[in-house]
């Protein structure tokens, strides 16, 4: 299920550069600059928006560009996002509160919606992910993957951290999440956190540093950071207002956040 947070948001200047691959399951491919068949690439997992949001895939065609390989978005809604471009907007700064009209107005949006969140429940969105990257892996034959995910995607990246099935993760804003399933994490992680976060508690985030803090000098012991961007709530990774200084200023650090993360953990 989406929250009230994740209807929020701004689109971003610019227009993607990128194409949607039918061959690859309807994803959208931001190629590497080089011109050489890329070792490595990056799976960006979108918000409850999906595809139909350019944010994303600009994004994409920047994240190829900085790090000089390949970058993939899977339509791991299968077209059918959670919520749609009209959704509503609501706050978006550290200590605003949503209203009793705030609620009626996203149960409102939502509730029509509830089919897509039946067919994109997490058991099987992971399924499509899967059945992605087998496929990346068996076309391109990458030698590592990494992810990054924002709020739904943000989950999904911390799912997909105990399969085996990429070596490192970015955790930007994630949504809803249980300790567990950061229990079972097997590959380094970068969590880039909002100060205020709806579905993401600062209680829930201490927990998750603790569990990962807790490995040290074990055998199941990943490489880990938090930071948490001050001025902040759910959504500004991904839905930035940009006339807003400390959001601007957020949403560019927890990009190169995760420019500096994949430049450390996947090395090829």
């Known amino acids: ?105 996203f149960i409102l949006v939502a509730i029509p919606r509830i089919p897509n969140y039946i067919r994109n429940r997490p058991s099987v969105v992971d399924m499509r992910i899967e059945s992605f990257i087998n496929l990346i892996k068996e076309k391109k034959k990458y030698d590592k993957i990494g992810s990054v995910g924002y709020c739904f995607g943000g989950s999904a990246c911390v799912r997909i951290a105990s399969t085996g099935l990429v070596d490192t993760v970015v955790i930007v804003h994630p949504g809803r999440l249980r300790i567990e399933q950061v229990k079972a994490m097997k590959v380094p992680a970068s969590w880039a956190c909002a100060e205020e976060d709806f579905n993401f508690s600062n209680e829930l985030r201490d927990q998750c540093e603790a569990e990962l803090a807790s490995r040290k000098g074990k055998d199941n012991f990943v490489e880990y950071e938090f930071k948490i961007w001050k001025g902040t709530q759910h959504g500004f990774g991904s839905r930035p207002n940009m006339t807003i200084p400390e959001i601007k200023e957020a949403f560019e650090g927890a990009f190169e956040q995760a420019i500096a993360w994949f430049n450390k953990t996947l090395v090829v």
């Open 1 to 105: 299920m989406s929250c009230p947070d994740c209807a929020k948001g701004h689109i971003l200047e610019g227009e993607p550069k990128g194409s949607i691959e039918n061959e690859f399951q309807g994803a959208y491919f931001a190629p590497s600059p080089t011109g050489s068949p890329s070792k490595r690439a990056v799976l960006l997992f979108t918000d409850a928006f999906g595809l139909p949001l350019k944010n994303c895939k600009i994004m994409a065609d920047e994240m190829a560009k900085r790090l000089e390989c390949d970058v993939w978005i899977p339509d791991y809604f299968n077209g059918q996002p959670l919520l749609d471009l009209d959704s509503l907007r609501l706050p978006e700064r550290p200590g605003q509160k949503l209203s009793i009209m705030d609620w009626i107005n």
